[in-house]
């Protein structure tokens, strides 16, 4: 769908016939900055549990809240398929992401999450218990950019489990202004600004 449009309920019904009637072939689906908050989310939420095939979900920009997380986390336990997940810059925040982690957790081939530019507030990720991230067998690519985490720390994800398959961290602190992309395995790489 285009970006900056905005979806009436007429509009989402109409849409949950397209993809109910391609439910079989559909295999991404994007609605960015469409002004979907957590009512459009649960109107949508009837055609996208039926996207068994889908492998890319794409729902960033929009106004979605930890209210909608169930929601969210019912759509993401149909979706065996999946691959990738970005939330980027939705209103979802620490509560929101506990509350999507057991349809996470079903999502077995899921390869690339971006939950940047969403409401976390400050954390140390290696205490990150709800969210699992080790539980993601096929988990490559955590995109944490600009949600102003905390500090990272490599050792505490490797302790947990040394088999994991993560290669790719990147984030921003926004009080340091700091870049940091971590390739796991290898060095970091940082940029600082000034």
Same mark, same amino acid.
């Given at each position: 769908?285009?970006?900056?449009?905005?979806?009436?309920?007429?509009?989402?019904?109409?849409?949950?016939?397209?993809?109910?009637?391609?439910?079989?072939?559909?295999?991404?689906?994007?609605?960015?900055?469409?002004?979907?908050?957590?009512?459009?989310?649960?109107?949508?939420?009837?055609?996208?549990?039926?996207?068994?095939?889908?492998?890319?979900?794409?729902?960033?920009?929009?106004?979605?809240?930890?209210?909608?997380?169930?929601?969210?986390? @019912?759509? =993401?336990?149909? %979706? !065996?398929? +999946?691959?990738? $997940? #970005? &939330?980027?810059?939705?209103? *979802? /925040?620490?509560?929101?992401?506990?509350?999507?982690?057991?349809?996470?957790?079903?999502?077995?081939?899921?390869?690339?999450?971006?939950?940047?530019?969403?409401?976390?507030?400050?954390?140390?990720?290696?205490?990150?218990?709800? @969210?699992? =991230?080790?539980? %993601? !067998?096929? +988990?490559?690519? $955590? #995109? &944490?950019?600009?949600?102003? *985490? /905390?500090?990272?720390?490599?050792?505490?994800?490797?302790?947990?489990?040394?088999?994991?398959?993560?290669?790719?961290?990147?984030?921003?602190?926004?009080?340091?202004?700091?870049?940091?992309?971590?390739?796991?395995?290898?060095?970091?790489?940082?940029?600082?600004? !000034?």
């Amino acid at each position: 769908l285009s970006r900056y449009s905005t979806l009436s309920e007429v509009d989402m019904r109409a849409l949950n016939r397209v993809l109910y009637r391609n439910a079989q072939t559909l295999e991404e689906f994007a609605i960015i900055y469409s002004y979907i908050g957590d009512e459009g989310l649960e109107h949508l939420s009837h055609g996208l549990q039926h996207l068994h095939k889908l492998k890319k979900l794409n729902i960033s920009g929009n106004e979605c809240t930890n209210k909608s997380c169930s929601t969210l986390n @019912f759509i =993401l336990s149909h %979706l !065996p398929s +999946l691959t990738s $997940l #970005d &939330l980027f810059g939705t209103q *979802i /925040g620490y509560s929101g992401l506990e509350a999507i982690t057991p349809g996470l957790l079903q999502c077995k081939r899921l390869e690339s999450v971006n939950i940047s530019l969403i409401r976390i507030i400050r954390m140390v990720i290696q205490h990150w218990q709800p @969210f699992s =991230l080790l539980d %993601l !067998p096929r +988990l490559q690519d $955590l #995109d &944490l950019g600009w949600s102003n *985490i /905390g500090d990272w720390n490599s050792k505490g994800m490797h302790a947990a489990d040394p088999t994991t398959t993560l290669r790719t961290v990147f984030m921003c602190y926004l009080d340091r202004i700091k870049m940091q992309r971590k390739e796991i395995g290898a060095s970091e790489q940082s940029v600082e600004r !000034p």
